[in-house]
């Protein structure tokens, strides 16, 4: 029900954007996000966006990331920028609406040399 596409390998200090659609059988979303998860690590929270448009985000990616959403495409974006080693993991979408939360199967981000 949540696809998210945009990932790949990119050099340190180099820039991606990420993609996650929603199906039209999900309605009433109240907030979409994305969170990440390396080897090894938790899965943590990167950036959210409410329905009322307010962001927030993780303060390690804050100033270089951007969260966006476009409702009329149900969809939201995660442009990542001067991107570096340790942001290498794998990107989760998920939205929240009254019956919960879904997931995306994520997409990998790789940033390396």
């Known amino acids: 029900q949540l696809q998210a596409s945009g990932g790949g390998l990119v050099q340190p200090g180099g820039s991606l954007r990420l993609s996650c659609l929603a199906s039209?059988?999900?309605?009433?979303?109240?907030?979409r996000a994305w969170y990440r998860q390396s080897p090894g690590n938790q899965r943590e929270f990167v950036a959210s966006?409410?329905?009322?448009?307010?962001?927030t985000y993780a303060d390690s990616v804050k100033g270089r990331f951007t969260i966006s959403r476009d409702i009329r495409m149900n969809t939201h974006y995660l442009q990542m920028s001067n991107l570096r080693p340790e942001d290498t993991a794998v990107y989760y979408c998920?939205?929240?609406?009254?019956?919960?939360?879904?997931w995306g199967l994520g997409t990998l981000v790789t940033v390396s040399s």
């Open positions: 998920n939205i929240g609406n009254h019956l919960g939360e879904v």
């Open positions: 966006i409410t329905a009322g448009g307010m962001v």
């Open positions: 039209d059988s999900i309605r009433g979303i109240k907030i």
